[in-house]
């Protein structure tokens, strides 16, 4: 009857121990800025295993370009290896060098919800990552025409204004 026990004990402990408790999904956050520059600071600590990191920010929705940086600095209690990741599925580069593990990003076409995934694995007792998501955005065509436009009845005027 104990090995029934022990038998039933060890596959609970089994099932709940092996759930993603590591994996951090955080609520969806507006950067903060605007109208043509957007920011936000992000980041999370975790235990001694592997990780799957979600965060969702929103802005203004114009089209833009993203660029940001995560990174982890190995301390006496833990380290961070980064295994993915990705900005609206846009694959980003992650380099682990040892004791240093980081992502830098520039460039990244984005518009609307914005969501970022890290995956990774974490060693020793407690290890933490933090970064930084900026988004620029980029004027539409029409309001490059708007400007030009612009610009050519300005130099009518003035040109108008020489010869009277």
Known sequence: MKLKSLLLA??????????????YNAPTV??????????ISFGTSHQAGAF?????????????TAAGFFGNVATSV???DFGTASLNATPLNVTNLGGLSFSYYTSIPV???????????????????????DVTAVPEPATYGMLLGGLALVGVVARRRKLS
């Open 10 to 23: 060890a596959l609970l402990a089994g099932a709940f121990g092996s759930a993603a408790a590591n994996d």
């Open 30 to 39: 507006p950067l903060t800025g605007g109208p043509i520059d957007w920011s």
């Open 52 to 64: 799957t990191d979600t965060y969702t920010f929103t802005y203004s929705g114009l089209p833009g």
């Open 78 to 80: 833990g380290q961070i």
């Open 111 to 133: 518009q609307g919800l914005l969501t970022l995934v890290i995956t990774g694995t974490s060693y020793g007792v407690a290890s933490s990552y933090a970064g930084t998501l």
